[in-house]
């Protein structure tokens, strides 16, 4: 996950436009800020920047953005740094230019900005814009988490899990799980459940990993949403209850996630916790598969054969009904 900026908060017409954004009057924000930018002020610029980012208060317009941002950074603002460096990550207002991306992100981490030393482990971490490097991945992640930013902290505690760039060493995943998962970040919430649940760097405890998964599942992720539903299936932690399993494996499945459709249309295939229904459960096979999962693709070939063609027809217009949705 790339990192961002929000509103800055000065002294002033600024701090007014501040208070007028958070109560949804963009337009008087827009009016106090751009007189500002216009003079140079460089938080004016960022701010008028995120405002057309955003659509606040007028069109959205990534080019007007990428310009105030620009102008912004020009001035050694970081937080434009950083966002100027996202945009060029993404392509909207300027060309999709990693390399670009990371000359920015460099710039604000010079000033000690922790989301842009994470955004420059991440891109070594995944290869954008640099030659993959999981080492140097880590040392900027460390030098994000050490100023407690939750983000940097999580993808230690993932470096340690997957031994990329360190010794694969669990409890050290699990140590840096939590400091992210304490400070409420989802993804971190759902990893550290995810080694309660399976005893890995720490002993298991199921009603742990339902806890931290319920927090994260609260904050709509998908991941926690789908492993709390296997826990409500398997009865760890909970007493079983199948269709409980299914209502979370329906909140995942609505966020597109593949593994989550397979397990819901095998609970409409076996008719557990919901009526049984060979077209539904054909819809989230065949939404499954369209994602590359090759459970979903086997199930979908088993369930057709319960299946007269017109059931096809009506499951496979359904799945693309979702699509867009999904």
């Known amino acids: 996950m790339l990192v961002t900026t929000a509103i800055a908060a000065h002294a002033g017409p600024l ?8 109560r949804g009057d963009d337009e008087t924000a827009i009016r106090l800020i751009r007189p500002l930018a216009d003079q140079g002020n460089a938080i004016a610029e960022f701010d008028l920047g995120m405002m057309y980012d955003s659509g ?65 482990g991440l891109a070594f971490a995944n290869g954008f814009g640099v030659p993959q490097n ?10 994000a988490a050490d100023r407690g930013f939750a ?47 399976r005893g890995q760097g720490i002993e298991q405890n199921y009603t742990e990993a339902v806890r931290w998964y319920r927090l994260a599942a609260a904050q709509g992720s998908a991941k926690a949403q789908l492993n709390l539903g296997l826990l409500y299936y398997d009865g760890h932690g909970v007493m079983r209850d199948y269709a409980e399993a299914v209502k979370w494996f329906q909140l995942a499945a609505d966020r597109g996630d593949r593994a989550a459709q397979n397990n819901l249309g095998l609970m409409y295939a076996q008719g557990q916790g919901v009526a ?17 999962n090759q459970d979903g693709v086997r199930n979908r070939q088993i369930v057709e054969t319960h299946m007269s063609a017109a059931e096809i027809a009506e499951a496979e217009k359904l799945a693309r009904e979702l699509m867009p949705k999904r």
């Open 15 to 22: 701090e007014d436009a501040k208070a007028a954004h958070e």
């Open 56 to 120: 606040l208060g007028v069109p959205q317009d990534y080019a007007e953005a990428a310009k105030w941002y620009r102008r912004a950074a020009d001035q050694g603002y970081a937080e434009a740094q950083l966002s100027l460096g996202v945009r060029y990550h993404w392509g909207r207002g300027v060309p999709q230019d990693d390399a670009e991306a990371m000359n920015w992100y460099r710039l604000a981490a010079s000033q000690g900005h922790a989301g842009a030393q994470y955004n420059i």
């Open 134 to 143: 999981f080492a140097e991945a880590m040392k900027w992640y460390r030098l």
């Open 151 to 197: 983000y940097a902290q999580d993808s230690i505690g993932f470096m340690y899990d997957k031994g990329q760039g360190v010794e694969q060493n669990y409890t050290e995943a699990v140590r840096w799980y939590r400091l992210a998962a304490e400070q409420g970040y989802g993804d971190a919430q759902n990893n550290l459940g995810f080694m309660y649940d």
């Open 276 to 292: 049984q229904n060979n077209v539904l459960a054909h819809q989230w096979f065949n939404l499954s598969a369209m994602q590359g």
